[in-house]
């Protein structure tokens, strides 16, 4: 029995060790940004099913193409934050920050310039990093606790396999 339990305690040793390696641990911390740069991208608009092959496809092409060195310019819009379990449907855009991707077929120049943003670094491996359920509830508490209302859409940088960025443009003010 004794030997069991210390098996176990290793275990389970070994599973925090290699959780906090990850960065499963890491503090993660909201910022508000004012007047951000307009953000420019290249990529495709999809509408469909979350976890459909087509989507999976879209957003590996893109991946793909994204050969800009050590820092990955892949970004996707989610424009559905109040995703419906129900019918798994969603809008995003997929592309890359990246202009000098232009030559890519069917793919389609966006800019947008929100005047404000709700910032989040996630700083982990993306095998850890907290659900996108998790980060749009924290980013409502933020919100909220600073007098802020959330946009109708999110971007994801993936700037690395350990470093993800989500931002969340501000509609407006409540009470004024």
Known sequence: MKKIFIVLLIVIAAFTGFYYYLGGFNVWEFETIDNPSPIRMIGEEYRGIYDSEELKELYFKYRDLD???????????????????????????????????????????????????????????????????????????????????????AIERYRSEWLTIIEFPVANKKNQ
């Open 67 to 153: 050969q800009h060195g050590d820092v990955s310019s892949l970004i996707i819009i989610n424009y559905d934050l109040d995703y419906d379990n129900n019918t798994g449907m969603i809008h995003s855009f997929i592309g890359l920050q990246n202009e000098s991707t232009k030559s890519i077929l069917k793919a389609e120049f966006k800019e947008i310039s929100p005047s404000k943003l709700i910032r989040v670094e996630l700083q982990a491996h993306n095998a850890v990093i907290p659900s996108p359920e998790r980060v749009m509830e924290k980013a409502r508490e933020y919100a909220t606790k600073n007098n802020l209302v959330l946009g109708s859409y």
